[in-house]
């Protein structure tokens, strides 16, 4: 599996982040775009005082963003949840993961 670390900036305050990101409206991007050719996962962690957001989902060559798992929580405890936080493909065999 390979593991690609890119990064750009997104106008502070505009939402939503992963449409922008998938829209290529970001500024100060470094290096080529690691989705051109192929799909990709995004993960993403967020947090305002004591309230965290986790989100994860697929970004396609043609743009088309697919969200898998949201997670928010508030204080440590679980308020909203949806999917799962795994990073998978359909079908994938993971020849990384110790048992």
């Given amino acids: 599996m390979k593991i690609?670390?890119?990064q750009a900036h997104i106008t502070p305050g505009m939402r939503p982040v992963e449409e922008l990101f998938a829209q290529q409206k970001f500024t100060d991007a470094t290096g080529p775009?690691?989705?051109?050719?192929?799909?990709y996962f995004y993960y993403r962690e967020g947090s305002i005082v004591n309230i965290n957001t986790?989100?994860?989902?697929r970004l396609d060559p043609d743009g088309k963003?697919?969200?898998?798992?949201y997670k928010l929580t508030?204080?440590?405890e679980i308020r909203e949840?949806?999917?799962?936080l795994t990073l998978k493909l359909p079908d994938e065999v993971r020849t990384d993961?110790?048992?």
């Fill in 4 to 6: 690609v670390t890119w």
């Fill in 74 to 76: 508030q204080d440590g």
């Fill in 33 to 39: 775009l690691p989705w051109k050719d192929t799909t």
């Fill in 97 to 99: 993961v110790k048992k």
């Fill in 54 to 57: 986790y989100t994860a989902g």
């Fill in 65 to 69: 963003l697919n969200k898998l798992a």
């Fill in 81 to 84: 949840q949806s999917g799962t």
